[in-house]
């Protein structure tokens, strides 16, 4: 069980503040952003020990990302009415993620909530946690948060005042709730999830990495497809990034924007950019190294409309990032670009493979036509010394396709107040694999693949209350959009636009066609759609 005692808390926060900073004046915005708690904040919270590690009260007990830290101090201002700035909400987020956040390995297994990829069905969570939290929350809600035991006690009392009526839900009114999620959820939290650990102190040690620089930058955007560009990030006098992006989709277009991130917690990167007129967010975990991020860059206005984001800093040395695309049938001749930095040397594909024509080639972008004839198996692409392992599937035969997310959420909207809940769907191929048999884990996964989308209805019923027909549709990009909001005289008893239904993509391949198929529920307007900041 984590320790509770403030002298403890003390020396976790102010130990952060230091060996975060690296710099003075990392301990000048310290200075100020724990004044800004003192003037803000001190209404209702106390502060303890001496002015340089000083506790406050219910704030000190706690680490949580970006995203946690803002939650809370929304809720302070929408139910408490806290008074702050633009300007001192931001200085306080980043302090707090800083000096209390969480380590790169403690977010990890939560990492789609943050990238605000939220179709997906969290699955092999503690039962205990799952009937009393995640009833009504993600897993990943509370497993972004670190407390001491006291603290998350102080958690279920705050549930109890400002949602009495908790007691009474499914899953609560069969059993003696408040004793169970007091007495044993929240110690089981305090275990699970405690405020002092062994990697949060081992992160606050490490040298942190400026993460200016060139990167190499490949990713997806629905209804644009797959793309690579340049991101040029130099740091301005506010501790952010001004950024640049210039690049080109797969088929030529080309890509540019610009706009500004924030590094919190010395590997969190959040970017907001105008990319082409739209405006774009991304969320990128950096390695230790500062060398590489991963994450996903979605619609601003609609996050569920995004895909995953690469970056590759450019170190001056011959890296290979990325091929598209990501597959090579035996016995075809297909175009593939060959995605990187400082390309210099010649192109080897792996063993049975030949490159039959290089049709353009310059230090960041090879594109060539190859020619598979060995036996299937995913190989490394090497550029002379730069390598990318596992690079290229080279398969004989498509066995299956799954279509992703295998489980959605659309919702009704754009009569009303509320927007519609759009989702974006791709289709992922796979061969059989050695033993012959698809659906395996011998399995192999060759990547996304061009599809053809329609929807049916997912069963009988859906069938009969014509679901297919008012629920929505699906475009060629495989984006479905959803039905407008309200009473639908042309439905039986006049019911909304709601439905169940079954999204299927079939890929065409050597004449015969492979089906996937993925689940959707088209379900009413959003109400609680929280806008980021």
């Known amino acids: 069980m984590a320790p509770t005692n403030k002298s403890t808390r003390r020396t976790l926060i102010g130990s952060g503040v230091l060996l975060l900073a690296g710099m003075a004046s990392v301990s000048v915005q310290a200075d100020d952003a724990r004044q800004i708690i003192r003037d803000r904040c001190l209404a209702c919270h106390t502060e303890s020990g001496d002015r340089s590690t000083p506790s406050f009260s219910r704030i000190s007990e706690q680490r949580k990302t970006p995203e946690g830290w803002q939650f809370t101090i929304n809720r302070m201002i929408n139910l408490r009415g806290l008074d702050i700035s633009a300007d001192e909400k931001r200085e306080l987020i980043r302090y707090l993620a800083d000096t209390q956040g969480l380590a790169p390995s403690e977010a990890e297994p939560f990492r789609y909530l943050l990238e605000q990829d939220t179709n997906l069905v969290e699955e092999g969570g503690d039962p205990a946690l799952a009937e009393t939290c995640a009833r009504c929350h993600s897993a990943a809600r509370f497993g972004l948060q670190r407390r001491t035991t006291e603290e998350w006690q102080l958690l279920v009392n705050f549930h109890m005042g400002q949602f009495p009526t908790t007691e009474f839900h499914s899953l609560a009114r069969d059993r003696k709730w408040y004793e169970i999620a007091h007495d044993e959820v929240a110690v089981k939290l305090g275990e699970q999830y405690p405020l002092l650990t062994p990697a949060w102190d081992n992160w606050k040690q490490a040298v942190k990495t400026d993460l200016d620089g060139r990167w190499r930058v490949t990713g997806f955007v629905p209804g644009k497809g797959e793309y690579d560009a340049w991101m040029s990030a130099s740091k301005a006098d506010d501790g952010r990034y001004n950024l640049t992006l210039e690049g080109q989709y797969t088929d030529g277009s080309p890509l540019s924007g610009s706009g500004k991130a924030t590094v919190y917690t010395g590997y969190e990167w959040r970017a907001t950019l105008d990319i082409d007129g739209v405006k774009m967010r991304q969320v990128m975990a950096a390695d230790a190294k500062g060398e590489s991020m991963k994450g996903r860059m979605f619609l601003a206005a609609e996050r569920e409309i995004g895909g995953a984001l690469n970056a590759v800093k450019d170190t001056q040395a011959a ?215």
């Open 319 to 533: 890296a290979v990032v990325a091929v598209m695309p990501s597959y090579l049938r035996v016995g075809e001749s297909t175009e593939l670009t060959i995605i990187g930095q400082n390309l210099n040397g010649d192109v080897d594909l792996g063993p049975g493979v030949k490159v039959e024509k290089l049709l353009d080639r310059s230090d960041d972008r090879i594109h060539l036509i190859a020619k598979a004839t060995g036996s299937e198996g995913v190989q490394s692409i090497q550029v002379g010394k730069a390598e990318l392992a596992s690079g290229l599937a080279v398969y004989s035969e498509l066995a299956r396709v799954d279509v992703m997310p295998k489980n959605a959420v659309a919702r009704i909207g754009g009569l009303s107040q509320m927007p519609k809940v759009r989702t974006a769907y791709r289709a992922v191929g796979y061969s059989a694999g050695v033993d012959g048999k698809p659906g395996t884990e011998d399995d192999l996964r060759l990547g996304y693949m061009p599809a053809s989308w329609s929807i049916k209805p997912a069963d009988e019923i859906a069938a009969e209350d014509k679901d297919a027909q008012f629920a929505g549709s699906i475009d060629a990009a495989g984006i479905f959009t959803p039905g407008d909001d309200g009473p639908n005289p042309q439905r039986k008893m006049s019911a909304n636009n709601v439905g169940r239904l079954t999204v299927v993509a079939n890929v065409e391949e050597a004449g015969k066609q492979v089906a996937g198929e993925g689940s959707l529920i088209v379900s009413v307007p959003d109400f609680v759609r929280r806008v980021l900041d």
